[in-house]
């Protein structure tokens, strides 16, 4: 059973438009949560984190909102630009003794056209 | 340039023949991870390794092998691929305790 979901395996938005990437997870042990993107032919790259004793992080064009009793998060991308298509990954940890190992979500599909 | 590299990028290969998949980082990282990405499932680690000689099983460890006798390396060891090992796989690493992983390009294996 997937800990981490992302029901939205697409997201298609116009060039200048807010995307809205959300993401939910089920395991209460997890304190912190990342967002990954994911170009064609290269790995995943890191984009913007969240501790569990946040609720928002910004940086530049991007914001994750973090809602922990709801368990979900959110990617805001404002202005979203062409350059933003890819696959966007949520991911969590979970703080044990496992350290740095991270569970991702199945990943959600941004498509932003000109 | 700071990086990880896995080797090969491509690999096509039958069931039951043993092959190896490398990573390499430059950074002096202690953790390192194999996760394999499957279409609607992301990426699910394989193993992980806090550092020499210390690895342990991820979620889907099953058909996987791994060794970790140099820092920098951490190649993935498939000792007789079946077809349902063929996905993409990534390797990635970081400094220990710090969550954010720094992932290699990628390796797309096939298993006829």
């Known amino acids: 059973d997937q800990q981490v979901k992302q029901n939205s395996p697409s997201l298609s938005v116009q060039e200048g438009r807010i995307s809205i990437l959300n993401c939910d997870y089920t395991?209460?042990?997890?304190?912190?949560f990342l967002w990954y993107k994911k170009y064609p032919a290269e790995g995943p790259t890191f984009l913007i984190s969240?501790?569990?004793?946040?609720d928002k992080n910004e940086d530049g064009r991007f914001t994750v909102f973090l809602n922990k009793s709801a368990k979900h998060l959110s990617l805001h991308i404002v202005p979203s630009q062409p350059g933003d298509s890819a696959v966007y990954f949520c991911?969590?940890?979970?703080?044990?003794?496992?350290?740095?190992?991270?569970?991702f979500g199945g990943g959600t599909r941004l498509m932003v056209k000109p | 340039e700071a990086q990880v590299t896995q080797n090969p990028r491509y690999l096509i290969t039958v069931t039951g023949k043993k092959l190896t998949v490398t990573c390499s980082q430059n950074?002096?990282?202690?953790?390192m991870s194999w996760y394999r990405q499957d279409p609607g499932l992301g990426l699910r680690q394989i193993y992980y390794?806090?550092?020499?000689?210390?690895?342990d099983k991820g979620d889907v460890p099953e058909g996987y092998k791994v060794s970790r006798k140099e820092k920098r390396n951490f190649p993935l060891i498939l000792e007789s691929p079946s077809p349902n090992q063929t996905s993409l796989y990534f390797c990635?690493?970081?400094?220990?305790?710090?969550?954010?992983?720094?992932f290699g390009p990628g390796t797309r294996l096939t298993v006829l």
């Open positions: 991911a969590a940890r979970e703080n044990n003794n496992a350290g740095n190992m991270l569970t």
């Open positions: 969240i501790s569990s004793i946040k």
């Open positions: 990635a690493s970081s400094p220990r305790y710090v969550n954010e992983q720094f």
């Open positions: 395991n209460s042990m997890f304190d912190y």
């Open positions: 950074m002096n990282h202690e953790y």
């Open positions: 390794s806090m550092n020499v000689e210390v690895t």
